[in-house]
């Protein structure tokens, strides 16, 4: 069964950090580059940073530099490091493989970077 739990989000002030985990079902996490995606209201889903299985990484203009990508595949996570957080990070981030994700999608985790 597809699993995909993303946790870690929260309210911070612009120029804070947080760090987002997801854990996924191994069989999506095995076999497939993993990215992590936001979304905020009437704009399409976007997806701000990959990792390979074999931990190559590739980020989005808005985030590099600021933004790191990780995986654990011992524990079968992927987790987003965001530094230097800006208010227009305010989004509902989500975790799927990359970068073509599956149709199933979890709940996802809300963060708020307030001015």
């Known amino acids: 069964q597809v699993q995909l739990v993303e946790s870690g989000g929260g309210l911070v002030q612009a120029g804070g950090s947080l760090r987002l985990s997801c854990a996924a079902s191994?069989?999506?996490?095995?076999?497939?580059?993993m990215g992590w995606y936001r979304q905020v209201p009437w704009k399409q889903r976007e997806l701000v940073a990959t990792?390979?299985?074999?931990?190559?990484?590739n980020y989005a203009d808005s985030v590099k530099g600021r933004f790191t990508i990780s995986r654990d595949n011992a524990e079968n996570t992927v987790y987003l490091q965001m530094n230097s957080l800006k208010p227009e990070d305010t989004a509902v981030y989500y975790c799927?493989?990359?970068?073509?994700?599956?149709?199933?999608w979890g709940q996802g985790t809300q963060v708020t970077v307030s001015s």
């Open positions: 799927n493989a990359a970068p073509n994700p599956g149709r199933y």
């Open positions: 191994r069989s999506i996490f095995s076999f497939n580059a």
């Open positions: 990792i390979t299985t074999s931990g190559n990484t």
